[in-house]
T-cell receptor
């Protein structure tokens, strides 16, 4: 099973809402990632978790709060977002987080902030 | 900061023609990976190159890593409609962070 699943597929939220994005993998991977992708742009790394610990935070605003409850799950909690946060949010996983590893991406959550 | 640029940004080809995208880094890369993202889809890993001057082939796709490990290319021979999508190179600069190139969007004219 080389699948990374993400829910929901689409999300519309107001600027005062609180919502969460979920990501799950059952490949035994110990590194998980959140990326943000704007239209016609490459994915931009937001966070990296390695062995359930946050190892990289790419200076992401605090209105995005990641959480890794266990090695299979990754959440992204959203609060007080801005319209410019509308984007495709991609989750990915890799074996351990090393720099020669393939990253497996989920289908993404398309977020629209009104 | 570390950047990875790709050219061209867009490429429109007739079905059956060849296609090449080029990837250039400002600094030496530990390795280079290539991903394909179909319209409305997510990035899918194609291949990884690690060694200086390395060349790998996957059917109609040929991948090269430059001698100085600062550039790479992807060449598709005799394109098909299934090749449509955006091709990203992505590299590690010796750390955990995978930096994606700017991407080349390929469209095929049947």
């Amino acid at each position: 099973d080389t699948e990374v699943t993400q829910t929901p597929k689409h999300l519309v939220m107001g600027m005062t809402n609180k919502k969460s994005l979920k990501c799950e993998q059952h490949m035994g991977h110990r590194a998980m990632y959140w990326y943000k992708q704007k239209a016609k742009k490459p994915p931009e790394l937001m966070f990296v978790y390695s062995y359930e610990k946050l190892s990289i935070n790419e200076s992401v605003p605090s209105r995005f709060s990641p959480e890794c409850p266990n090695s299979s799950l990754l959440n992204l909690h959203l609060h007080a977002l801005q319209p410019e946060d509308s984007a495709l949010y991609l989750c990915a996983s890799s074996l351990q987080g090393g720099f020669q590893e393939t990253q497996y991406f989920g289908p993404g959550t398309r977020l629209l902030v009104l | 900061g570390q950047q990875v640029m790709q050219i061209p940004q867009y490429q429109h080809v007739q079905e059956g023609e060849d296609f090449t995208t080029y990837c250039n880094s400002s600094t030496t890369l530990s390795n280079i990976q290539w991903y394909k993202q179909r319209p409305g889809g997510h990035p899918v890993f194609l291949i990884q190159l690690v060694k200086s001057g390395e060349v790998k082939k996957q059917k109609r796709l040929t991948f090269q890593f430059g001698e100085a490990k600062k550039n790479s290319s992807l060449h598709i021979t005799a394109t098909q409609t299934t090749d449509v999508g955006t091709y990203f190179c992505a590299g590690y600069f010796g750390n955990e962070k995978l930096t994606f190139g700017t991407g080349t969007r390929l469209t095929i004219i049947p």
